[in-house]
């Protein structure tokens, strides 16, 4: 059976409107998953280990940098711009000055979940 894999979302970003491109790369985030807020920070679980000695995957929390939101959101979407000078729309890597935005942004309106109190490690670091 083949599997059929959706199409990546296009986004077409802007030097002048930046607001749109910010709220359409947070909803990305919490589509993929695994991120979490504490704090006024944003983590991701990253394999730690790949097999541990009961036969079980460790994870731990990445704190995310500007960089890990850029290569994360190049990974979930197609990003482009208008070249003036070709006359035409180009892949980018997302602007890192949305990456900024999105880590910047008021963690009210974060819609990822909460890493409180150690209730994401009750397992042991297992999944």
Not at 35 to 44: N, S, T, V
Request: include cysteine; aromatic fraction near 8%; charge should be positive.
């Amino acid at each position: 059976m083949i599997a059929i894999v959706p199409p990546r979302p296009l986004i077409r970003t802007n030097d002048i409107h930046r607001h749109p491109d910010v709220k359409m790369g947070i909803k990305l985030l919490a589509e993929r998953g695994e991120i979490y807020q504490h704090g006024r920070h944003l983590y991701d679980l990253v394999l730690h280990h790949e097999v541990d000695d009961h036969g079980g995957k460790r994870y731990r929390l990445r704190k995310l940098t500007t960089r890990n939101v850029q290569l994360i959101l190049e990974s979930l979407a197609t990003w482009q711009r208008y070249d003036g000078r070709r006359k035409r729309w180009v892949v980018i890597s997302p602007p890192l000055e949305i990456c900024r935005f999105i880590l910047c942004h008021g963690i009210a309106d974060w819609p990822f979940p909460h890493a409180e109190h150690g209730t994401l490690l009750l397992n042991g670091g297992r999944l």
